[in-house]
């Protein structure tokens, strides 16, 4: 009976501790954090397809989606473009031509993100998984790609990024390496990090 005692009053002792560094933290988080984020917002925003879906882009993964037609190993990965460039290149170029149809445009969800980056200024970071450019004509100009960007290429060799606007073929090589190299999607693909 005693040790049983002794234990709940030990477990006790500990829970105070905790509550009270929990208490001193929240009251720091209170006081300060809050105060500073209040007088400085910042703001952090992480976009997906939906954004564009929206604007006629058509995703990846939906029911209708890209991965339908084609399967990821022969599209989007190293080794798919190493066994069959031209599939790759020909699958990429037709989501460019898409992107640059005239009915493509950025739509309000985009536009308005334009604008709070403009209020925020360099307060403000937006970070997207799309390829498209829709972000940037909406007007966001403080934007990271995390799965790249379908308007450049990378040289196989050199990995230097270029614009590219029209469709890439197998035999287009990169001008700026020493050796020739074929152009690859700038884009991250499954099984590279």
């Known amino acids: 009976m ?3 005692r002794f234990h709940r009053l030990s477990r006790f002792r ?5 509550l009270r560094e929990r208490l001193r933290q929240r009251i720091f988080f209170r006081d300060r954090v809050v105060p500073e984020m209040m007088e400085n917002p910042r703001v952090l925003v992480l976009t997906g397809a939906g954004i ?3 604007s006629g882009i058509r995703t990846f993964r939906a029911a209708d989606g890209l991965w339908e037609e084609h399967r990821v190993e022969d599209v989007a990965t190293p080794e798919g473009f190493a066994r069959n460039p031209g599939l790759v290149q020909t699958f990429y170029n037709a989501r460019r031509q898409q992107l640059q149809q005239p009915e493509i445009q950025p739509n309000a969800a985009h536009l308005a993100l334009a604008k709070l980056e403009e209020a925020l200024g360099d307060r403000f970071l937006l970070v997207t998984q ?8 909406a007007g966001n ?13 990378r040289c196989s060799q050199s990995g230097q990024i ?3 606007n029209g469709d890439v073929m197998p035999e287009d090589k990169c001008h700026c390496c020493q050796f020739p190299a ?9 099984g590279e990090m």
């Open 2 to 4: 005693q040790s049983r």
């Open 141 to 153: 100009r403080n934007i990271i790609h995390m799965h790249g960007e379908l308007l450049k290429v």
């Open 14 to 18: 500990k829970n105070k501790r905790l």
């Open 162 to 164: 270029l614009e590219w």
């Open 52 to 54: 564009s879906a929206e």
């Open 182 to 190: 074929p152009l690859r999607p700038r884009g991250l693909t499954f």
């Open 130 to 137: 799309n390829i498209d450019n829709l972000h940037e004509r």
